[in-house]
Structure formats: C-alpha cells, structure tokens
Nanobody, 127 residues
Framework: QGQLVESGGGLVQAGGSLRLSCAAS????????MGWLRQAPGKAREFVAA???????????NYADAVKGRFAIFRDNDKNTEYLQRNSLKPEDTAVYYC?????????????????WGQGTQVTVSS
C-alpha cells in the first residue's frame, strides 16, 4: 500500500519562497503521475502542478496558469521524494497543499482522478 507524506509548510511573507516535500513509500510510483493540489479556505481543491516520467529518463512537469513561472517540481530519486519549490509567493497561495498520485502518463488536473493522497501541509502567505 502506497503512502505519501508531505512536509515543509509554514508561514512565509509575500514574495518569499518555500519548498514542500512529498516522500513516497510502500510501493513504486515510477509509473504514476505525481500531482500537487491545494485547497484554500472556503474553496474547492484545485490542481497546482504535476510531474511524470517520460521514456524512463526525462521528468516532465506541468503547471496551472496561476503558478506557472513561480513554482517548480523536481525529484530526488535516491530519497524517493518529490519537491515543489515555490517562489514569489502571494497571499492567494495560502492553502493546504497536498501531494497525490495517479497511475498513468497523462496530466491529471481533476482532483477526483488521484488515487493516493498525502495528509496535506498548511502554507500561509502573509501580506
């Protein structure tokens, strides 16, 4: 049974940076699309970014328009951990951030498609 555990949330000032981690265990996620999603207070959970292997050696990523150019995904294979580096943070980035996984090689922007979920980590950006 696979498990995803996020860490790295916290309080940061607008314009600052924060890196979230998603440690995977329990199974191989090499054939999964790894996603990052967030849920702001009073709002529905939304897609932020996703990444997946292509051809076994290239790690591709895709981003929602709201975070494109500010967020970046990268992966440490030795630690089986994926990271979401978030720069130029804005107050509207305040949310609980989740990492998730879906078996397949498409870009899954619908939150309902994801099979595995982490517990979430709170990120608060102050103005």
């Amino acid at each position: 049974q696979g498990q995803l555990v996020e860490s790295g949330g916290g309080l940061v000032q607008a314009g600052g940076s924060l890196r979230l981690s998603c440690a995977a265990s329990g199974r191989s996620f090499s054939s999964y699309t790894m996603g990052w999603l967030r849920q702001a207070p009073g709002k529905a959970r939304e897609f932020v970014a996703a990444a997946r292997w292509s051809g076994g050696s290239t790690y591709l990523s895709n981003y929602a328009d709201a975070v494109k150019g500010r967020f970046a995904i990268f992966r440490d294979n030795d630690k089986n951990t994926e990271y979401l580096q978030r720069n130029s943070l804005k107050p509207e980035d305040t949310a609980v951030y989740y990492c998730a996984a879906k078996c397949g090689s498409n870009w899954y922007s619908d939150v309902k498609e994801y099979e595995y979920w982490g517990q979430g980590t709170q990120v608060t950006v102050s103005s």
